[in-house]
């Protein structure tokens, strides 16, 4: 067992056995110093288990709440749904916007003009 104390710095504390929270925008940030390195704290979900594994399939996984920028699986499908939604556009869209509901109405369009 190791005793840190507790460091607020926005630099580093030079300081040996040391837990250092760094402020942040909105919180702050935890580093332990631990064989001459500061390691960031990681949160996990250990499922009430001692196996790391439902760790690891859990941070992969994500939760459904998960955006496009976060790097899980939820976090790709809802990458993937936007940029769907983005390349189909609506129905409301004129020949002018770049989505496959502006190709149709621009070809509609086309089509129109020749009758």
Known sequence: MQKLDVYISKEAPG??????????????VMYALYGGKWNPLKLVDDKDTD????????????????TGNADTINGAKAYADAAVDAVVGEDTDTST???????????????????
Not at 15 to 28: H, I, M, Q, S
């Open 51 to 66: 196996k790391v594994k439902d760790d690891t399939v859990q941070n992969l996984v994500g939760t459904v709440k998960d």
């Open 15 to 28: 300081a040996k056995n040391a837990l250092w929270l760094k402020p942040v925008e909105g919180g702050f």
């Open 97 to 115: 916007d770049l989505t496959l509901y502006g190709l149709k109405a621009y070809v509609d369009a086309q089509i129109e003009a020749l009758g």
